[in-house]
């Protein structure tokens, strides 16, 4: 059994699409991509060979140049949804200020902002149960969606901050970031657990049948980029690729709702896993009140 990289080892910005073992199927694939598509291929020799086809969008650039026109797009939207949606991209931009402010070099878009997928987000979102389990759906829908060119999940975790405190303004999520000594940070551990997992199980909903195929040619685990691996012997691989979608969206959400309940707990709010959650309508008046 082996190792294969999810991520071209030598450009991250390319990611696994296509796998087999026969150089004609590979030429067969890439000569279907549109001209947006840049292409690399890498063999690997496992239980047999096989060859991978890695692909990226070209013709990117910042984010922070993205221009986000919302008059147009938010005449289509509901008045609820409007009103988070726009505020979700408020958050959304100065998140990428922060971390461009931060990092000294702008934060690269490898698609644009699909505002027209962002309503669904909410759409999709169960409002009823506790706070914690409405935050939680809110976070999973919107990292599932993908709608943001980047960030996605580190906005959710914004979300879910901006929507408790609509029900306990004290609350605050931990800063990921502050060193508690030089080789440690505070809440970071454990907040990338949870992320890490929620890549993988994005990655398997996306990717199940190709990898699949993955371990039929002898690969036991892949390796996303920043180290995180996926075992594939841990997932189920085996089902129709609508299945997958729905059995591992399900399991993204559970998975997230958990983080939301761990949040509260450590920061000292347990009582939200008992607070009735805001509505979709009670959190859009929520925000119209802020303004």
Do not use: C
Not at 16 to 37: A, N, R, T, W
Not at 169 to 183: L, N
Not at 207 to 215: A, E, G, P, Q, S
Not at 256 to 276: D, H, K, M
């Amino acid at each position: 059994m082996g190792h294969v990289y999810y991520h071209h080892p030598g450009d991250k910005q390319f990611s696994l699409d296509f796998v087999h073992p026969d150089p004609d199927e590979i030429v067969s694939q890439i000569v279907e991509y549109d001209d947006d598509v840049a292409v690399k291929v890498s063999t690997y020799d496992l239980d047999r060979e096989f060859y991978v086809v890695y692909t990226s969008r070209v013709g990117g650039g910042a984010v922070s140049d993205i221009e986000i026109d919302l008059s147009e797009a938010l005449a289509e939207m509901d008045a609820d949804n409007g009103t988070i949606v726009a505020r979700l991209l408020e958050i959304y931009q100065a998140l990428i200020s922060q971390n461009e402010e931060e990092e000294g070099i702008p934060v690269e878009a490898y698609k644009n902002i699909d505002i027209d997928a962002l309503p669904d987000v909410l759409d999709r979102t169960s409002w009823e149960g506790s706070a914690t389990d409405v935050a939680g759906r809110l976070a999973s829908n919107l990292i599932l969606k993908h709608a943001l060119p980047n960030a996605n999940h580190r906005t959710a975790v914004a979300l879910i901050q901006f929507y408790l405190r609509r029900l306990t303004p004290e609350f605050s999520m931990p800063e990921t970031s502050v060193e508690i000594d030089p080789e440690t940070y505070d809440w970071r551990d454990w907040v990338n657990e949870y992320i890490n997992e929620s890549k993988r199980l994005l990655t398997v909903r996306r990717k199940n049948v190709v990898f699949k195929h993955l371990r039929e040619f002898g690969a036991s685990t892949l390796e996303r980029k920043h180290e995180v691996e996926i075992d594939l012997a841990a997932y189920e691989l085996d089902m129709y690729p609508t299945e997958a979608k729905e059995v591992y969206a399900k399991e993204h959400e559970e998975l997230w709702i958990e983080f939301v309940e761990e949040a509260v707990e450590r920061t000292g709010y347990p009582e939200l896993t008992e607070t009735s959650g805001l509505s979709k309508a009670e959190f859009a008046e929520k925000i119209r009140n802020l303004e």
